[in-house]
């Protein structure tokens, strides 16, 4: 949900990425916590007015997380790798339990693992809503894509995470309920489609129920976001089928206060809206309307002007008799996902400054008389708009690839600042503290290392990402990507003499080259981050070499932190014939991979831990594999399977993908013959294996 969004691009890359077979839905009983785990400090139910919503997209997946979708949804295109993530944030993941996490094979600084959550395991979106509760944030309308629910997979994964965001609630106090999102729909089947589903929702899922479950003049509320934007789907006759259904014709269990999610200038037809003066009359018909602002403006300027339209829109929303809902958010990248579309987008496009672009947008919508707000989004990390916890610093990020800590801007906050200020504001707009356009408060040390960073003097820089390989081949040709903040008062430019030099030894040609130039267009003035890309080669013989970058300006001066030291292998480094345990990540990486396939789940970290030791010291992968063959935990869970039904299994575990009709057979064939053990070890030796995770 972004007003730069192209008609349903997430969907289709999903879809194409998953291979999914499309099929109607199956019913999911919704999980609760029991009634004695409810909390008693509960917000109100019966009203928006003084409330906080933030979006909760709730649609992040990983391989092994339980869910019939079984890969990386929303955090890669496909497997993972470092050419592949799709987002630009990177989450906070120290309070998560070890089965909470997603093992992604990438690595901190300080060679940590780095993981990920799924939103399909219920206990981490509770741990959320406990955030929210213990922030002070009211709770969440949960995104539901209209474009998903025709696919079996992705329904089940949607009831669930329904049923994490209900029981979370519950368990917490706070509020919650439904958004549909029309991207990616067929306009078809639009009407019916949103019909139906809030039927089986509210009938068979019985979600309105739930004592934490929204309401508002009345009703339970429910929102529609997409309709009238000039890229999703649905009619002006569409929009007011739906909007009549759902406010009048409707059963009356299954009627509702409808929000609805209209482009920014809904009053005027320009803009995203579509331009048939009918539209007009139907964004007016909305019992409360909610512009989309995301993206619409970058600075304190644009939020300015901004408040203006609030305030227009506020007069117009109540000269029809609707309520208004303006958004904000707290700033936006979405590099990574563009990159994967074949599309660049800078870091950072809208910087979120320490947190005052989004205080500023707060403070400027409940001085124009706002009653609610929209925060987008809690948990959005592919488009850089999340407000939950995420990786403060580099050193917090991996190292495979780039990403944006919240200190890109050169002000050190914790990484549960937008938590924080999230809190604030709605005490703001509910009158709990004083209406003021300055934020809050300053972060408390302890939480953040690092010191806010100010420009000092006319070089200064600091380094935020980079994307190395850990090995290549003798003489390889190889691509990397550095990224470095200005953080000096001057402007750089390859016209002004700066490059990055080659570090460790200073100067060095020991990848071909000891400078990265600029493109001769670039310019970088102060404050902004520049990502330096470089194809480099690496040296003839085999061995560990350093690779460490800085910047400097040519005959002035070198300055700024320089890059996290990478050391490289080149070749195997040993007598060709010789074969050699793999590295230790490596040999996590072939750990977890031999659980999902043999197992069918994620390693616990005991075992992870136990095994990748072992192979490191030279376990074979036979021996792995048929540890895990042995094991009470595949007797007891996994024997049942047929031939057909492990082969398949070997090969989305293993090699994350469905199985080629010639492999399929083979692998059978060979499990029938007694060979499972070494039709497995072979999967994890296999130059394919190699080539896609390693």
């Known amino acids: 949900m972004t007003a730069f969004a192209p008609s349903a691009p997430r969907l289709a890359s999903l879809l194409a990425t998953l291979a999914l077979p499309v099929a109607c839905g199956t019913e999911a009983a919704l999980e609760v916590l029991e009634p004695g785990d409810e909390d008693q400090s509960l917000v109100s139910t019966d009203s928006m007015n003084g409330k906080m919503m933030m979006g909760y997209q709730g649609w992040f997946g990983c391989p092994g997380d339980g869910s019939r979708v079984n890969n990386w949804v929303h955090w890669f295109q496909g497997r993972a790798s470092p050419s592949t993530p799709t987002v630009d944030l990177w989450p906070e993941m120290s309070e998560l339990d070890a089965d909470e996490r997603c093992n992604t094979g990438f690595t901190k600084p300080d060679g940590s693992a780095a993981p990920l959550y799924s939103a399909y395991r219920q206990k981490t979106v509770v741990r959320h809503f406990k ?66 589903d809030w039927a089986y929702m509210v009938n068979t899922l019985r979600i309105t129920e739930s004592s934490r479950y929204l309401r508002h003049n009345g009703k339970p509320v429910l929102a529609i976001w997409g309709l009238g934007f000039n890229d999703r789907v649905g009619t002006p006759d569409q929009a007011r089928a739906i909007i009549d259904h759902f406010q009048r014709s409707a059963p009356g269990a299954e009627q509702v206060t409808l929000l609805g999610g209209v482009p920014l200038h809904w009053r005027s037809l320009g803009g995203a809206s579509k331009t048939d003066p009918a539209w007009a009359a139907i964004y007016r018909s909305f019992d409360i309307i909610s512009p989309w602002a995301v993206g619409a403006f970058g600075d304190d300027a644009g939020a300015d002007s901004y ?51 989004y205080w500023r947008q707060a403070y400027n919508a409940i001085a124009a008389g706002s009653k609610m707000l929209f925060g987008a989004m809690f948990d959005e990390v592919d488009e850089g708009t999340a407000m939950l916890k995420v990786a403060a610093t580099t050193a917090a990020t991996p190292v495979q690839a780039s990403f944006l800590p919240l200190d890109v801007d050169g002000e050190a906050v914790p990484s549960d600042w937008y938590l924080r200020l999230a809190g604030e504001a709605t005490k703001m707009l509910r009158g709990e503290r004083p209406l003021g356009s300055s934020l809050p408060s300053t972060p408390p040390p302890g939480d953040n290392p690092q010191p806010p960073v100010t420009p000092t003097g006319a070089n200064a820089a600091l380094f935020v990402s980079q994307v190395v390989p850990a090995s290549v081949s003798p003489g390889q040709r190889f691509t990397v990507r550095i990224s470095m903040r200005n953080t000096g008062s001057a402007t750089w430019s390859l016209a002004a003499r700066y490059y990055l030099g080659s570090e ?62 990478v050391a490289i292998v080149v070749g195997s480094g040993q007598t060709p014939g010789t074969p050699q345990p793999p590295t230790a990540s490596a040999a996590s990486i072939k750990v977890t991979h031999g659980y999902r396939g043999i197992l069918g789940r994620e390693p616990d970290a005991g075992g992870l831990a136990s095994y990748t030791d072992a192979i490191t010291n030279g376990m074979t992968m036979e021996t792995f594999c048929q540890t895990l063959f042995s094991s009470p935990e595949y007797a007891e869970q996994r024997s049942q399977l047929t031939a057909e039904q492990l082969a398949k299994e070997l090969y989305r575990g293993i090699l994350g993908r469905e199985a080629d009709p010639g492999g399929l057979a083979s692998t059978i064939d060979a499990i029938n013959a007694g060979n499972r053990v070494e039709r497995a070890a072979d999967m994890l030796k296999s130059a394919e294996f190699a080539q896609k995770f390693l």
């Open 131 to 196: 955030w929210m509760q213990d922030y002070g944030i009211d709770g969440v309308l949960l995104q539901r894509f209209t474009g998903e629910l025709g696919n079996a997979a992705l329904f089940d994964f949607r009831n669930k995470v329904a049923a994490n965001v209900r029981a979370g609630a519950e368990a917490h106090g706070r509020v919650f309920a439904l958004m549909y999102d029309v991207s990616g729909a067929s306009e078809s089947s639009l009407v019916d489609v949103v019909k139906r």
């Open 504 to 565: 460790n030894p200073r100067d060095n040609m020991t990848w071909g080259t000891n400078r990265i130039a600029f493109p001769a267009a670039a310019s970088v003035p102060s404050g902004a981050t520049t990502e330096l890309s470089a194809t480099l080669t690496a040296p003839a013989a085999a061995g560990t070499y350093n690779f460490q970058w800085q910047m400097l300006q040519d005959a002035v001066a070198w300055f700024g932190a320089k890059s996290t030291n």
């Open 307 to 357: 408040k203006r339209t609030i305030s227009a829109d506020l007069a117009e929303a109540r000269n029809n008799g609707r309520d208004y809902m303006p958004v904000i958010f707290p700033g936006f990248s979405w590099h990574n996902l563009m990159r994967v579309r074949g599309e660049d987008s800078p870091y950072n496009l809208i910087p979120r400054r320490g947190g005052r672009f």
